[in-house]
Every structure is written in structure tokens, then in C-alpha cells.
């Protein structure tokens, strides 16, 4: 994963925002969203549409469902950003070759 990309770039994207479009299709593929940012996405939804043309839209993404690690990053694991935020970090750390450390 590359980039996870927040609930705010697809709320504009899917309110016709060209720059939230342009923004993804600058991205390729290499992007994943948040388990978060698709429940905020479905809390939004005004219609049982839009939550169905939501759902659809979303399945075709990857989406990283907060686990142990994360939940322990996000220092209020009670806000939404925070946990969205710790899964982009614990994401990014999991991509990096691991190091082994010495302890002293």
C-alpha cells in the first residue's frame, strides 16, 4: 500500500469533485482506504442508493480493517482520524523491510 486515502477526498469525489478525481486518478491503483473511512462513507449516505452504490463502489478496494496494532497507535481510539491515521502508519511501518534492533 502506498497511499490511504481519506474519507474526505472520497466524500469530494463522490460529490463530482473534479479535483477529488483527478487526485485518484493520479494515484493508479496504489491506494487503499480504511475500514473507518467506509463506515463514515456509509454513515453518510442519505439514501438506501447512495448506500448500495457506496457499498458497490467500495468492495473494489482494499480496505484495512482496524486490528490490535492500530488501535494501539490511535491515542483516542474513539476518533474516527485517529484510528484512520494509526492504520496509514501501522500500514506504511508493515511495507518497510524490518530492521532487527539490539537491545543494551
Not at 482506504?33 to 448500495?52: D, F, K, N, V, Y
Not at 494501539?72 to 534492533?101: K, Q, V
Request: net charge negative; glycine share 4%; with cysteine.
Amino acid at each position: 500500500m502506498a497511499y490511504l486515502v481519506d474519507t474526505n477526498v472520497l466524500v469530494d469525489f463522490t460529490r463530482g469533485s473534479s479535483a477529488a478525481a483527478d487526485y485518484l486518478d493520479g494515484l493508479a491503483d496504489d491506494w487503499s482506504i480504511s475500514m473507518i473511512t467506509c463506515l463514515e462513507l456509509l454513515a453518510g449516505a442519505r439514501t438506501q442508493g447512495e448506500t448500495t452504490d457506496l457499498d458497490l463502489a467500495l468492495s473494489g478496494y482494499r480496505a484495512i480493517p482496524p486490528n490490535e496494532d492500530i488501535t494501539r497507535r490511535a491515542y483516542y481510539p474513539h476518533e474516527f482520524d485517529a484510528l484512520i491515521a494509526a492504520t496509514a502508519l501501522e500500514e506504511a511501518s508493515r511495507s518497510r523491510p524490518r530492521t532487527e534492533s539490539t537491545s543494551r
